[in-house]
């Protein structure tokens, strides 16, 4: 149980194009969604709390603007990095928490790799 | 974003032996302590968790030691395999749900 799917698993697109990222809960409702960035070797950096029905919630230093999340339904979620460029190239991952089961524990998906060539 | 402190940054040990991995919180409000394992080119997978209200939790060969007036938490494997060679990374939760992680220790098990 507790599944979170990603996808794509793996984009690779030029410089000035969007991408959109979906994450979905397979098989449990999850009411906030959260998506993560991580750099090679390094740690995740939290970049919004994605909640169903209302605004996300983005973290310091992320462009709310560049990096659009909708989570429209209580299993789905997509994070839109817009006019992507070669800086934004990284591995995003999301996690969902499900609703029955209180605050904690997070699950992941498997993550998108995403290229800007 | 305030991070927990994870060391080692690396640790190699040899099949059969014990890992050890440190984590060192700030933050009381916090009462939710886990650790995820991570392979490379996946995201990460919950390995067990602990709660302030208890100093130890055993799940096989993972066991999670939490000293509460220390604000350190540890985890352990027993009979390292491997099949454990990943990056480790330990967190904490809070009362929204959000996670905020350590640094990550790559483990390496020898044959």
């Known amino acids: ?117 | 974003q305030q991070q927990v402190k994870q060391s080692p940054q690396s640790l190699i040990v040899q099949k059969g032996g014990i890992s050890i991995i440190n984590c060192a919180y700030e933050n009381t409000a916090f009462d939710y302590f886990p650790w995820y394992q991570q392979f490379p080119g996946k995201g990460p997978a919950l390995l067990i968790a602990i709660r302030p209200d208890v100093s130890e939790k055993k799940e096989g060969r993972f066991t999670i030691s939490f000293n509460k007036s220390a604000k350190q938490f540890s985890l352990h494997i027993m009979d390292s395999q491997p099949g454990d060679s990943a990056t480790y990374f330990c967190a904490e939760g809070g009362s929204q749900g959000n996670l905020i992680f350590g640094k990550g220790t790559k483990l390496s098990v020898k044959p």
């Not at chain 1, 984009?11 to 449990?28: P, Q």
């Not at chain 1, 209580?74 to 839109?80: A, D, E, N, R, Y």
């Not at chain 1, 996690?95 to 209180?102: E, F, P, Q, T």
């Open chain 1, 1 to 117: 149980g507790a599944v979170v799917s990603q996808h794509p698993s793996w984009v690779i697109c030029k410089s000035g194009t969007s991408v959109k990222i979906e994450c979905r809960s397979l098989d449990f409702q999850a009411t906030t969604m959260f998506w993560y960035r991580q750099f090679p070797k390094q740690s995740l950096m939290l970049m919004a709390t994605s909640n169903e029905g209302s605004k996300a919630t983005y973290e310091q230093g992320v462009e709310k603007d560049k990096f659009l999340i909708n989570h429209a339904s209580l299993t789905l979620s997509t994070l839109t990095v817009t006019s992507a460029h070669p800086e934004d190239s990284s591995f995003y991952i999301c996690s969902a928490r499900d609703v029955g089961l209180g605050n904690q524990p997070q699950h992941f998906g498997d993550g998108t790799r995403l290229s800007i060539l």
